[in-house]
């Protein structure tokens, strides 16, 4: 059992992680918790749950990909 | 991304595209190959486009260079997805998206949008649906390269 | 039309354009052509397009040919006036308005529109308001070439 | 004293002329009437003095243009 955890852009910078691999977790914040020792969450966290957006408290499952980033700013 | 299937009216076979690419492209030659690869010329009466470009300036800061990441998988996938909602919403034709990831020179596109429609109001309403929607949630963020260092661009313009 | 005043911002120098042809234009050329022209590139950071182009029906009948009639000192006047206007309210860096007249043939491109600005929601909203006050105010008349004979087309689409 | 008068598009086949000049008229109205020689006015007739928009009941004056079309179906 395993998620894959990725961070992007400035968080990817702020926390120190581009990606991360836990064993188990319940929900999103869960998670974030889990990859980042507990670091505490910026205002503006964005979370998808695989490729699809999400919510800290989106529940997450075995094989997952967990992907947290800042707002986008493309185009 | 080609969609067809034989359940579709040959008239609205879409040759919808979502590019994201590397390299430099010039968007008017962009969009002028995807409209001559397309066979449907005779058949639309409109299209809209917007192409946002690189400015060598921002929050009155000189930008030399800008570093353009994205979460590759997922803008593949959300940029295929708006182009299948805008044409649940509206009756185009064709539809081109293409965006720039990686290093990027000021006047650079940094995104072409273009949608084909038999009439004006569909391709203009689909066109501006879309750059806001790509501009709020596509998963791509920049970072500006200035004077006084790398900074990462912290949200969009609202317009 | 180049307009050029000493009591411009340097950067706010419009280069509008405002062109009548007889002659067959590809729309994306003459856009990629105006732009490089500007030494704006770097300045403005939305591009925001409309082209009309030629079906080959209208109201289930077959178009083999169109001719477009106009009011030659008053479409050059209202093109120019409607640029103008749209400068008034919006902050464009620079604007075309291109419309063919005489013989036109099925995908040909009709009248193109395209504004560059800082920020997308000026050249979006220009270039769509642009092409709805051109549309019903500008002086062109179409008469298509149907297996019928010749028809004037009596109103524009609603959009 | 003169005032050109043009016609475009269908009215120019409907009315059976391309311009022509009269000698004088107060109003856009008097000036269709001299020049189509009380030719009745279609529904959507449209008018303009000077390459302006204008009104039937528009004065008009020595040295103006007047011009009448159909509805405009560029772009």
Redesign the interface.
């Known amino acids: 059992m395993s998620i894959q955890v ?1 961070f ?3 968080l990817r ?1 702020q926390v120190g992680l581009s990606d991360s691999t836990i064993e188990q977790a319940s929900t999103a914040a869960e998670v974030w918790d889990l990859a980042t020792n507990k670091q505490q969450q910026p205002d503006n966290l964005v979370v ?1 749950i695989n ?1 699809e ?1 999400a919510k800290l408290n989106s529940s997450v499952n075995d094989g997952d990909e967990v ?1 947290f ?7 | 991304m080609v969609m067809k299937s034989p359940f579709f009216h040959p008239l609205l076979v879409a040759d919808m595209a979502a590019i994201i690419s590397e390299d430099y492209f010039e968007p008017w030659q962009l969009i002028s190959e995807h409209q001559q690869k397309s066979e449907l010329a005779k058949q639309f009466g409109a299209t809209a486009t917007f192409v ?1 470009s690189m400015r060598d300036f921002n929050d009155d800061a000189h930008v030399s260079e800008m570093l ?4 590759p ?2 803008t593949q ?2 940029l295929e997805k708006l182009e299948h909602d805008a044409k649940q919403q509206w009756p185009i034709i064709d539809c081109l998206i293409a ?1 720039r990831v990686g290093h990027i020179k000021p006047a650079d596109a ?2 072409v949008i273009a949608c084909w429609s038999a009439h004006r109001r569909a391709a203009l309403d689909a066109c501006n649906w879309l ?1 806001e929607q ?10 500006e390269s200035r004077p006084d260092g790398d900074v ?5 313009t609202a317009g």
Chains 1, 4 share one sequence.
Not at chain 1, 69 to 75: D, N
Not at chain 2, 136 to 143: C, D, E, S, T, V
Request: proline share 7%; glycine share 6%; no cysteine.
């Open positions: 990725k992007f852009a400035s910078e998808a490729l957006y992907a980033f800042p707002p986008v700013t493309g185009g | 946002g353009l990441e994205h979460y998988e997922m996938r959300y965006h940094i995104v750059i790509l501009k709020f949630n596509a998963p791509f963020w920049k970072k990462w661009v912290e949200h969009n």
